[in-house]
């Protein structure tokens, strides 16, 4: 792209006839115009670079943002948040003068492309959004989507996906303590690599990504910059593959993350000596968001030369620089006098630093290459007043059909036989086996405070030694669910992850999402992506937990096929002590199993709809918000007062699949019995939310009781634990080796 | 039988972490004068049978979609000759 | 009088603070050692931690066996010095020709995480008197490089001198030689093993095991007693 | 500028999964008639100054004290002439 001569500002504005490339940078017709009447003249190539990235919709979030108004909006009155949606993570008050900082993202195009190096960066990029808040990293989490478990390509896909994010994390020494894997074959050819990470800090020591002080220094830290990955992430992630152009062929990166660990110890080392007035991480539309964030956030204006930016290429043009993607970079606002200090630390590190910028008291941002000045912008068009559309959105006609093509009537087991079978199909089924192949790929240890991790309902660390106070987090989503509804869908990704969250006891607290959609240029997507936000904004109001940050995918679709609309919610919660944290395990024989909630006749979307007859409509379960809190209360004030020594949430699989999972964990079986009311299929396989299982000690079984009578939460005892099976009485029995066999071994079968 | 060698190279314009870690680590032991280190795979094929044109042809199409990832690394074929393979050896 | 442990912490370690952690439940005095600094501030006794030190790019432990630290550490744990390699502590002392033999990548070529038993076979070196010879114990298992690889002369001979420190039982989760988790030198005084005992010393974390604790404290006896 | 390039590879007595995988997978790619597969690294070193002996000395000093850790590696060096490096950068 370079030209000569220089084309700085003073050139481009003797030069308005010059044609330049906007079309290829993904920008349309009218937003190019829109450029041109910002700046009272044609961008120069640089100008046109920044704004091409930053207007793209993966940082500009165009057509998503009048929709994720509603976070802020219907946000619930919370003591807890500190910082909310707009910076790179929201922060969360957890006590004791603790704060805690998460966020989940997507990094869906780039692994598709090269699984081990795309989940690898993603892992990286969601990590330094959590550094940037003045937080060090504690934990890690992937929610992850592939296409149907015995098709090829998963085969390539999985692997790859699975070790970049092993990897990256455990190279970092992050624990990995929750996540997801789906498989469905909506997601062939669009696989869903979102990654979540915690972030813990004392409240003095939140930063946020903003450029004030005049004077202050810019300083850009971290590996140097190349020529992988230009418009990599921004462009990739805003364009569906078959119309990739040329210009936007994947450009993948690869990433480092030994320099990420010492990014990680190096600003955490400036930070606890006070030497940083803001922060940014370098990611999607690297420098070019750096800059104009900071600089749109702060008070003044920045002026930052771009030959003092150390690279890895000398060829690079100044428009490469301003769009490289590599990554492993941060960018620092440093007084002047604490520079010094800064690039110390740096060397201690062996991390390299190099000022390439100052604060100043205007309010332009301005960027010299070479002594000619070639942007000179006002750094909130770029960054913040990009354009907005109102994409259309309508209802899609198939909808009622798919409603009504009811679960509820598809053909049930006709024996205890068949019930048993069936049973045994659906734990061992790709979506509902164990992960253990998987995540046994992931360091769950490593700080040392690991308290909870896969496979139990959440993870959960501990953040403070002395008084035992922790953190928990799930994540959760369902995209079949949310196709039948999105609305309810996103409502019920939500109310599972709530759910998780209590069930190991700890306070839901706050909320952070990814949400993963089709083409928004498509009507029918637009609605479901619509109808998923007004449905998690509703939710969230309703359950006092706000969203304090997420990230939207778009165009994951492949030519006309959109994936399953897959919001996926992750739940924050704090636990005063994790000495009393629930795990999923039957612990003792003898204890009485009760299950908590409302069962009904709910089938659509359900796990034994798509095993057993390969079907997906109707509708998904009924939402009751006020129930599921009620349910988190209990929960919480039952392991606070020792009243249970195991619990599990029912969700995908229903019943059976919950007491499977902990009868295997633990080691030991369970005795079943329907109770009055419900048919021994609806029992076992129904998936009504609002529901968990709980062992109690006999010696509590009065007070549990008692509990759950005064507020109103239905409990009922449906068994004990007990032998080495799994036995429901009247029905069938299944030996915990026969269970164990068949949910263990599917996934390194298909994979291994 | 024959051995043909397919050397994976990450793209030019790729990070190559470990290469250089290996390029910073050099001044410590004392070795001056690299002014740059990249590292790759090298797979090392035994092939049955003659490598005329078709079996080279076949082992091009195996590195290019499964030694190598195009997307990100560069690779190369060569027949090892006997004389190579001898020293190799050694 | 207690004893002072050092705990190196190099480009990359990742499991220093908990080893200092587990050296304090265990009663010692955790010291922290930078791998620029030849000096080992007079510790009693060193440990290197696991992690990914400089990434483990090239070899697992290649790059630190070059470190300042390690010139001090290589040279001291000739004269005796008590030496605990954990993980990539093992690599590294490995590749300082330490110890014998090399470590090499799981042979099922994944990252591996796991509770694992182990046997203990030598309950008489500096950092294992707490154990019974022959005791079983599972410990947090967690590396990419973890199968270790002698020649057949070297495996006799450490098999002959009582210098395999641990087995894996039941489950070799690497493809080790000889189910070989741990070994030790000539003296005794340095071992290294794959597994990570400082992961296994509160009740309430990680796997909730505390079979790691006796690292620390046969040590701490050892050195104390001394 | 010269290149040098220095190729280890694990000694042949030592077990080699990743060459091993690679060659299981092979009969699934549709690749038949080869007969085994090793995989090894290939490190691409840029020297300044002429390559002669007593350069090539210190790199195989680096290679076996370094790049190759000669208890379970073997390793050769060789000068990469300028028609192959024209050929690789192709
Ligand atoms: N990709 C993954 N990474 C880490 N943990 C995972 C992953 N996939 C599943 N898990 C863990 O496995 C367990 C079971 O997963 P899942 O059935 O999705 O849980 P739930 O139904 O309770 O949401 C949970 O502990 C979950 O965190
Ligand atoms: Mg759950």
């Not at chain 1, 041109?36 to 979030?61: D, F, K, N």
């Not at chain 1, 990293?137 to 090829?152: K, N, Q």
């Not at chain 1, 069930?503 to 949400?515: E, F, N, R, Y």
């Not at chain 1, 030996?735 to 066999?741: C, K, P, Q, W």
Request: with cysteine; net charge negative; proline share 5%.
């Amino acid at each position: 792209m370079s030209r000569t001569p220089l084309d700085t500002v003073e050139h481009a504005a003797a030069t308005p006839d010059v044609e330049l490339p906007w079309a290829e940078l993904g920008l349309k017709k009218d937003e190019y115009e829109r450029v041109v009447e910002i700046l009272g003249r044609r961008p120069t190539g640089a100008e046109l670079a920044m704004y091409s990235v930053m207007w793209s919709e993966h940082c500009s979030y165009k057509s998503s943002k009048v929709h994720l108004r509603q976070f802020g909006e219907k946000a619930p009155e919370s003591d807890a948040m500190l910082v909310g949606i707009g910076e790179n993570a929201g922060v969360v008050d957890v006590g004791q003068g603790y704060a805690v900082t998460f966020k989940v993202e997507s990094h869906n195009h780039p692994s598709y492309v090269e699984p081990y190096q795309g989940a690898a960066t993603g892992v990286g990029g969601i990590v330094r959004d959590i550094i940037a808040m003045g937080a060090r990293p504690v934990a890690v989490v992937d929610p992850l989507r592939f296409g149907a478990a015995d098709h090829p390509d998963t085969k390539r896909v999985l692997p790859g996906v699975v070790a970049g994010i092993g990897g990256y994390g455990n190279c970092l020494g992050l624990p990995n303590i929750g996540g997801e894997v789906v498989f469905d074959s909506c997601y062939q050819g669009n696989p869903l690599v979102n990654a979540g990470a915690i972030g813990v800090m004392r409240h003095e020591d939140i930063h946020l990504a903003k450029a004030s002080g005049a004077g202050n220094k810019v300083v850009l830290y971290g590996a140097r910059t190349g020529g992988d990955g230009i418009g990599g992430a921004s462009i990739l992630a805003s364009e569906t593959f078959d119309d990739a152009k040329p210009s936007k062929r994947p450009a993948v990166q690869v990433g480092d993350p030994f320099q990420e660990k010492l990014l990680i110890e190096c600003t955490l080392e400036a930070f606890e000596e006070k030497l940083v007035v803001g922060i940014q991480d370098l990611g999607a539309a690297g420098l070019s968001c750096a800059t104009s964030e900071l600089a749109s956030n702060g008070s003044g204006g920045m002026r930052v030369t771009l030959d003092d930016v150390p690279l890895r290429d000398s060829t690079l043009s100044p428009e490469e620089i301003l769009m490289s993607e590599s990554q492993e970079r941060m960018c620092a606002v440093v007084e002047p006098e604490k520079v010094d200090r800064f690039l110390e630390i740096c060397e201690k590190w062996d991390v390299i630093a190099t000022v390439i910028g100052e604060v100043t008291d205007g309010d332009r941002l301005e960027i010299y290459w070479h002594g000619g000045k070639i942007v000179d912008v006002d750094p909130r068009t770029v960054a913040h007043e990009g354009p907005v559309y109102e994409r259309p959105y309508a209802r899609p006609e198939w909808q009622d059909a798919l409603q009504a093509d009811d679960a509820n009537k598809l053909p049930r087991p006709a024996s205890s036989e068949e019930l048993r079978d069936q049973v045994l199909k659906l734990v061992g089924s790709p979506n509902q086996a164990s992960k253990k192949w998987i995540t046994s790929q992931y360091d769950h240890f490593v700080q040392g405070n690991t308290v909870l991790a896969q496979p139990e309902d959440s993870g959960m660390i501990r953040i403070d030694e002395e008084t035992g106070l922790g953190v928990a987090i799930a994540t959760d989503g369902n995209g079949r669910y949310a196709k039948l509804d999105p609305y309810h869908g996103a409502q019920l990704a939500l109310a599972e992850a709530y759910r998780n969250v209590a069930t190991t006891g700890a306070k839901p607290l706050a909320v952070s999402d990814c949400l993963n959609f089709g083409s928004p240029e498509d009507p029918a997507v637009m609605w479901q992506f619509a109808e998923a936000v007004r449905g998690l904004a509703d939710a969230c109001q309703q359950l006092g937990t706000p969203v304090t940050g997420g990230n939207v995918s778009l165009y994951n679709q492949t030519g006309e096929a959109a994936i399953h609309p897959t919001p996926v919610v992750a739940v924050l919660g704090v636990i005063d002590d994790v000495a009393r944290r629930t795990p999923v395990a039957f612990q003792e024989e003898g204890q009485l199993i009760y299950l908590l909630g409302d069962t009904r006749e709910e089938f659509g979307g359900s796990a034994w709809s798509q095993v057993v007859h390969d079907h997906l409509g109707g509708l998904p379960p009924a939402v009751d918000l006020e129930r599921e809190r009620l349910l988190a209360e209990i929960l919480i004030s039952a392991s606070r007062d020792g009243m249970i020594d195991s619990a599990h949430d029912l969700s995908d699989g229903g019943l059976v699949q919950a007491v499977v999972e902990s009868a295997l964990l633990g080691g030991k079986g369970a005795r079943l019995v329907v109770p009055d009311g419900l048919d021994a299929f609806t029992f076992l396989f129904s998936e009504s939310a609002g529901r968990a299982i709980v062992a109690v000690p006999r010696s509590e079984e009065v007070r549990f009781n008692d509990m759950c009578g005064a507020r109103g939460l239905p409990a009922t005892r449906i068994g004990v634990v007990d032998g080495a099976a799994v036995e429901v009485q009247g029905e069938f029995t299944l030996t915990l080796e026969e269970l164990r066999t068949v949910h263990e071994e599917t996934i390194p079968a298909l994979l291994a | 039988m024959a051995r043909v060698v397919v050397d994976v190279m990450l793209k030019p314009e790729i990070l190559d972490p470990q290469g250089q870690a290996v390029q910073r680590a050099l001044p410590r032991l004392g070795f001056e004068g690299i002014s740059d280190v990249r590292q790759g795979k090298r797979f090392e094929l035994e092939v049955d049978g003659p490598v005329d044109a078709a079996a080279l042809a076949r082992i091009h199409d195996l590195a290019e979609s499964f030694l190598a990832n195009t997307v990100i690394e560069d690779f190369t074929v060569k027949v090892e000759e006997p004389a190579e393979v001898a020293e190799a050896a050694k | 009088m207690t004893a002072r442990i050092g705990v190196v912490t190099f480009p990359g370690s990742l499991d220093d603070r908990d080893t200092q952690r587990a050296i304090r439940l265990a009663g010692a005095e955790p010291v922290a050692l930078w791998h620029k600094d030849k000096d080992l501030r007079q510790v009693d006794a060193v440990v290197l931690p696991g992690g990914f030190s400089y990434g483990d790019y090239l070899r697992a432990g290649a790059i630190s066996r070059f470190s300042p630290v390690m010139e001090t550490v290589i040279e001291q744990a000739k004269a005796g010095l008590p030496v605990l390699g954990i993980c990539n502590g093992f690599q590294v002392l490995t590749e300082a020709h330490l110890l014998p033999g090399g470590m090499l990548g799981n042979d099922h070529l994944h990252f591996i995480c796991r509770d694992q038993k182990l046997r203990v076979e030598n309950a008489e070196t500096a950092w294992t008197g707490d154990y019974r010879q022959g005791q079983e114990i599972h410990i947090p298992l967690k590396n990419m490089d973890g199968r270790y690889v002698a020649d057949e002369y070297t495996l006799d001979k450490l098999e002959a001198e009582g210098r395999v420190v641990f087995r894996y039982v039941d489950f070799n989760p690497n493809g080790s030689l000889r189910d070989i988790a741990g070994i030790t030198n000539e003296a005794g005084n340095v071992v290294g093993l794959m597994p990570h005992p400082e992961h296994a010393v509160e009740p309430l974390i990680g796997t909730g095991r505390t079979d790691g604790l006796p690292f620390f404290t046969s040590i701490l006896k050892k050195l104390v007693n001394a």
